[in-house]
Nanobody, 124 residues
């Protein structure tokens, strides 16, 4: 059974940092591309970052470039999203998603496996 479980969300002040984790089970992480999406109330789901299976190439949405870093530890079957310099507009539910396609995509439809989400709130 394939499962993706996110953790690490919470309440943080503007300018602060959080590290999200996505632990996957039921498939070998080596062969899957993993992406982070987020969805704020009343807004569409937005692609945040993605890391490919082979080679580990990383991609970022324009709104998070230079502030967020995605990484993967295949031995631990875990993908991380380090979020620095957080802003109130980063507030959303963050989801990790998996695809057995070797390239990243910003389209949620490309990803067949999803976690339940973790809430990130940036507020003073």
């Amino acid at each position: 059974q394939v499962q993706l479980v996110e953790s690490g969300g919470g309440l943080v002040q503007p300018g602060g940092s959080l590290r999200l984790s996505c632990v996957v089970s039921g498939f070998a992480l080596d062969y899957y591309t993993i992406a982070w999406f987020r969805q704020a109330p009343g807004k569409e789901r937005e692609g945040v970052s993605c890391i490919t299976s082979a080679g580990g190439s990383a991609y970022y949405g324009d709104s998070v470039k230079g502030r967020f870093t995605i990484s993967r530890d295949n031995a631990k079957n875990t993908v991380y999203l380090q979020m620095n310099s957080l802003k109130p507009e980063d507030t959303a539910v963050y989801y990790c998603a998996g695809s057995n396609f070797y390239l990243c995509s910003g389209s949620a439809a490309r990803y067949g496996y999803w976690g339940q989400g973790t809430q990130v709130t940036v507020s003073s």
